[in-house]
């Protein structure tokens, strides 16, 4: 059973020795247990937060235990009447191959692989797709007609964000990084819009693209950024706008992100509402119905980046934080 292990906390950027790859033994299941295999672990930014020992919503990553993580696994070997061999489970099994889950904890569900790939349910119809679904309705809340901007749109939360603001009506502008990312999020995802953040070194210049691209005004924006992109929107929303801050990953690796111009939620009246979409399990039930029939209906073709063998989690995951994946990044362990 390979691992990878939190080996030291980073100072400023992640760096591939904070990480340990070790081997152990596969582990035995006991009674009440599950012995699960994992196929696909999901890489998400939270994780960079967790590596910091600082005071957060999420305790730190322990020293020297393996990261956490979700995964989609199959049953292997089970001594819990709830599970058999061969089902396919999420749950929390963290940067390994194999781990042993209580039959009764909580985080363990059962997902039908035979319709949607398996991976699926650690993006689009997982946590970043009801992240998604909980800021834009339930913070962004736009009305038809409206204007949204979400940026990082290309990647596992933006791209949802941007399928959901489509099928209510509203006019939608991503930001992304690089002509090909743009391309996918109005090609692929029936964004609007999309604007090159690269092509836009300053803050004034991305606001004026995003103002071109939202001419009878910005309503809401949902967040997962920070930094430049920020001050850009804080500058050209519309007075009472909405911005649901989902993450600000452009600050995760050390790097200060300052606002430019605070002042301007005041003098715009704007409403900034931070989320962490762990406090709201209530979401899945209401956002997953509507997610697959997305799915189903072809109008949510998720990306992916995968990468192989646990041995290339670390620099995979390094890869998030500095914008080299490419829609919803995997690790794909068989
Ligand atoms: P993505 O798939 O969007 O991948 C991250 C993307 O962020 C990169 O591809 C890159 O896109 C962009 N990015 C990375 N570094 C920077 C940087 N320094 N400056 C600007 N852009 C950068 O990740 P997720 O969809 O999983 O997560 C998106 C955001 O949502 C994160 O901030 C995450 O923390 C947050 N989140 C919050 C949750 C909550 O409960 N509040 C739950 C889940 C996610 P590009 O190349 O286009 O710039």
Same mark, same amino acid.
């Given at each position: 059973?390979?691992?990878?292990?939190?080996?030291?906390?980073?100072?400023?950027?992640?760096?591939?020795?904070?990480?340990?790859?070790?081997?152990?033994?596969?582990?035995?299941?006991?009674?009440?247990?599950?012995?699960?295999?994992?196929?696909?672990?999901?890489?998400?930014?939270?994780?960079?937060?967790?590596?910091? =020992?600082?005071? %957060?919503? /999420?305790?730190?990553?322990?020293? *020297?235990?393996?990261?956490?993580? $979700?995964?989609?696994? @199959?049953? &292997?070997?089970?001594?819990?009447?709830?599970?058999?061999?061969?089902?396919?489970?999420?749950?929390?099994?963290?940067?390994?191959?194999?781990?042993?889950?209580?039959?009764?904890?909580?985080?363990?569900?059962?997902?039908?692989?035979?319709?949607?790939?398996?991976?699926?349910?650690?993006?689009?119809?997982?946590?970043?797709?009801?992240?998604?679904?909980?800021?834009?309705?339930?913070?962004?809340?736009?009305?038809?007609?409206?204007?949204?901007?979400?940026?990082?749109?290309?990647?596992?939360?933006?791209?949802?964000?941007?399928?959901?603001?489509?099928?209510?009506?509203?006019?939608?502008?991503?930001?992304?990084?690089?002509?090909?990312?743009?391309?996918?999020?109005?090609?692929?995802?029936?964004?609007?819009?999309?604007?090159?953040?690269?092509?836009?070194? =300053?803050?004034? %210049?991305? /606001?004026?693209?995003?103002?071109? *691209?939202?001419?009878?005004?910005? $309503?809401?924006?949902? @967040?997962? &950024?920070?930094?430049?992109?920020?001050?850009?929107?804080?500058?050209?929303?519309?007075?009472?706008?909405?911005?649901?801050?989902?993450?600000?990953?452009?600050?995760?690796?050390?790097?200060?992100?300052?606002?430019?111009?605070?002042?301007?939620?005041?003098?715009?009246?704007?409403?900034?509402?931070?989320?962490?979409?762990?406090?709201?399990?209530?979401?899945?039930?209401?956002?997953?119905?509507?997610?697959?029939?997305?799915?189903?209906?072809?109008?949510?073709?998720?990306?992916?980046?995968?990468?192989?063998?646990?041995?290339?989690?670390?620099?995979?995951?390094?890869?998030?934080?500095?914008?080299?994946?490419?829609?919803?990044?995997?690790?794909?362990?068989?």
């Amino acid at each position: 059973n390979r691992q990878i292990l939190l080996a030291r906390r980073p100072l400023g950027a992640v760096r591939l020795e904070d990480f340990q790859l070790v081997t152990g033994d596969t582990p035995a299941p006991a009674e009440g247990q599950v012995l699960v295999r994992h196929r696909w672990l999901s890489l998400d930014p939270y994780m960079r937060g967790r590596m910091d =020992d600082v005071p %957060s919503y /999420a305790l730190p990553q322990p020293l *020297g235990e393996v990261m956490l993580g $979700a995964t989609v696994a @199959e049953v &292997v070997e089970s001594r819990h009447p709830r599970w058999a061999s061969g089902d396919t489970v999420l749950g929390m099994g963290g940067w390994q191959e194999w781990s042993v889950v209580a039959g009764d904890a909580p985080g363990l569900r059962q997902v039908d692989a035979t319709r949607v790939p398996a991976s699926t349910y650690l993006g689009a119809l997982g946590m970043p797709g009801v992240t998604a679904w909980w800021g834009l309705t339930r913070l962004v809340a736009a009305q038809p007609g409206q204007a949204v901007t979400v940026s990082a749109a290309s990647g596992a939360v933006g791209s949802v964000v941007g399928v959901l603001a489509k099928a209510r009506g509203l006019r939608v502008v991503g930001i992304a990084g690089g002509p090909e990312k743009c391309g996918y999020v109005t090609g692929e995802l029936g964004f609007d819009a999309c604007i090159d953040h690269r092509a836009h070194p =300053d803050a004034r %210049s991305l /606001a004026a693209a995003l103002a071109q *691209g939202c001419p009878g005004g910005i $309503a809401g924006h949902f @967040e997962n &950024v920070g930094g430049r992109v920020l001050d850009a929107v804080l500058s050209c929303i519309q007075p009472h706008g909405r911005i649901a801050l989902c993450g600000m990953i452009a600050g995760y690796d050390g790097r200060p992100v300052p606002l430019a111009q605070p002042q301007l939620i005041l003098s715009k009246r704007l409403r900034v509402e931070g989320f962490v979409i762990s406090e709201h399990p209530e979401a899945w039930s209401e956002a997953l119905p509507e997610l697959h029939a997305l799915v189903a209906r072809g109008k949510l073709r998720p990306r992916e980046t995968v990468a192989h063998g646990i041995e290339a989690a670390p620099e995979a995951f390094l890869g998030l934080l500095q914008g080299r994946n490419f829609g919803k990044q995997l690790v794909q362990l068989d």
